[in-house]
Every structure is written in C-alpha cells, then in structure tokens.
C-alpha cells in the first residue's frame, strides 16, 4: 500500500495519483516540448490526457501535481471531502501571505480548467488582473495565480 502524503489514504500499490485527492504519490516525469510561435502569446488551454496540473508555489522547489478530476479547492484546510480536492496551503506561509481557508478553486470542463474566487478576503489575481468573486477565468498553460500574496504558476502536463 502506498500512504498519501497530502491526505493519508491509502492506495494500491503502483497508483501514480492518489485516488481520493488526485496528488501525485511520488515523482512522476514530466514531458517538455518545444515552444510555437503560439506559445510566445501564452500556452495551450487544454490538458493533456491525463488530466494533471503542475502547480509550482514561488519559492518552493517541489511542484506539486494534482490529477484534475472535477475541482480542486486552494486555501488553509485539513479536511477532506470525497467530492473536491483541497489543497492545503499552509505548509508553503499561506497564513502569513493572506490565503484563506476556502480562497479559490479550480474547475474542470471536459480538457478546459477555469479559476474561479471563493470570495476570498484578500482576493484573486490571474496574471496580474483581479478576478471578481465568483467568476470563472479559463486558465492557459504558465499562467500566473495569486492568491492574496501567495504566487503560484500552473502548468499542464502534456
């Protein structure tokens, strides 16, 4: 059995994704591939077949990579649900940089992902433009997040 390091359950031997929360179970590789002339004007807005977004939280070195299933839910939180992943900030300063316990999310539609804010106190930004409470915002491969203060880059694994 292998132990989920985010949420503690236990999955099957050979699993690459935790199936309860979707968070990668150890490294897993990740592809590169050459840069178009339309990756100059931002990545693609579609994921890859498996689903996976590489979040990189600035100033940490271990990306943290999430198998999208429906959504997933940024803030400070320890429980969990069955339904929605929930990524918990805290150990990366989210206290100290103004994340709130439910501060955003991420929602998938069929290879599409969209952030929306969950009326967060500090608010949301999507490269660099504030995102109203409750609006979806169709992401791109190497877009930046801010949650509060907290800078984040998704990236989607091709």
């Known amino acids: 059995m292998q132990i989920c390091p985010h949420c503690g359950t236990?999955?099957?031997?050979?699993?690459?994704?935790?199936?309860?929360?979707?968070v990668a179970l150890g490294p897993v590789p990740l592809s590169t591939r050459q840069l178009t002339e339309d990756d100059v004007h931002g990545g693609t807005d579609q994921?890859?077949?498996?689903?996976?977004?590489?979040?990189?939280?600035?100033?940490?070195?271990?990306?943290?990579?999430?198998?999208v299933r429906s959504e997933v839910v940024f803030g400070r939180v320890t429980e969990q649900s069955d339904t929605t992943t929930y990524i918990n900030l805290t150990?990366?300063?989210?206290?100290?940089l103004?994340?709130?316990?439910?501060?955003?999310?991420?929602?998938?539609?069929?290879?599409?992902?969209?952030?929306?804010?969950?009326?967060?106190?500090?608010?949301?930004?999507?490269?660099?433009?504030?995102?109203?409470?409750?609006?979806?915002?169709?992401?791109?491969?190497g877009d930046e997040i801010l949650l509060g203060r907290m800078r984040v880059f998704i990236y989607f694994k091709t």
């Open 98 to 141: 103004g994340v709130s316990r439910r501060h955003a999310r991420l929602l998938r539609d069929g290879k599409a992902v969209y952030l929306m804010d969950l009326n967060s106190t500090n608010g949301t930004q999507l490269n660099g433009e504030s995102l109203p409470t409750s609006v979806e915002k169709r992401l791109r491969d």
């Open 10 to 22: 236990e999955n099957l031997e050979g699993m690459l994704y935790c199936q309860k929360c979707g």
């Open 47 to 67: 994921l890859g077949a498996d689903n996976v977004v590489i979040l990189q939280v600035e100033n940490d070195e271990t990306p943290i990579l999430v198998q």
């Open 91 to 96: 150990p990366y300063g989210a206290d100290d």
